[in-house]
């Protein structure tokens, strides 16, 4: 069974809007950690976003934020006011508890184009 | 400076050649990554490192090597590849606690390889 999911292989979004990209994940740890990361075509993976399992509130990190709800098992980044820049793949990943090496597991990834 | 860097960014090797690719890391974190982006395929992590030991080894087969001589350097020794071996190699590092716990990983640019 597939621990992170992403359901939109891609989205349009137009330039100056808001756009919500989906990931849910699957766990039966307590304690555990979303992320989300940026790769523009170059390859770089680049961190944007982090939320705890037993954070309070939702993280948020300039123009990003997560909506992270717990019950639902979801963890969606949302890009306010888009650039053409945020054109890039994104992709969400989980880390488990302790003992597992700093393993990080990847969601499949959704390509985000954003439209002047 | 960039925080994890790695030597070449891009290379091209025929099937029996033997070449090395090179991460270095200046964030002062304790562990370090390889990971495998194939084309259409979530990140697989290849290996990891801590404190210069390997603690994780995802049935990777032997023509890849690595080896981290000090916290800072990591390096992926390749031999007698597949074509299907083709795929972007990323390195990461962060902190990785003793509890097993990994703050956040920081990726560097990557590696295309190219295997003909």
């Known amino acids: 069974a597939q621990k992170i999911t992403q359901t939109q292989p891609g989205m349009f979004v137009q330039e100056k809007e808001a756009v919500t990209l989906d990931c849910t994940y699957d766990t039966s740890d307590p304690s555990y950690g979303l992320f989300w990361y940026k790769q523009p075509s170059s390859g770089e993976m680049i961190f944007l976003i982090y939320q705890g399992s037993y954070d309070q509130q939702n993280a948020t990190e300039g123009r990003y934020s997560l909506n992270f709800q717990k019950a639902r098992k979801s963890a969606n980044l949302v890009i306010s006011a888009s650039q053409l820049g945020d054109s890039a793949m994104y992709f969400c990943?989980?880390?488990?508890?302790?003992?597992?090496?700093?393993?990080?597991?990847f969601g499949q990834g959704t390509e985000l184009s954003v439209k002047p | 400076e960039t925080g994890v860097t790695q030597t070449p960014r891009h290379l091209v090797m025929g099937m029996t050649n033997k070449k090395s690719l090179k991460c270095e890391q200046h964030l002062g974190h304790n562990a370090m990554y390889w990971y495998k982006q194939s084309a259409k395929k979530p990140l697989e992590l290849m290996f990891v490192y801590s404190l210069e030991e390997r603690v994780e080894n995802n049935s990777v087969p032997s023509r890849f090597s690595p080896e981290c001589p000090n916290s800072s350097h990591l390096f992926l020794h390749l031999h007698t590849l597949q074509p299907e071996d083709s795929a972007l190699y990323l390195c990461?590092?962060?902190?990785?606690?003793?509890?097993?716990?990994?703050?956040?990983?920081?990726f560097g640019p990557g590696t295309r390889l190219t295997v003909l």
């Open positions: 990943a989980m880390r488990e508890g302790g003992n597992q090496g700093g393993k990080l597991i």
């Open positions: 990461a590092s962060s902190h990785l606690r003793t509890s097993g716990y990994t703050d956040t990983q920081y």
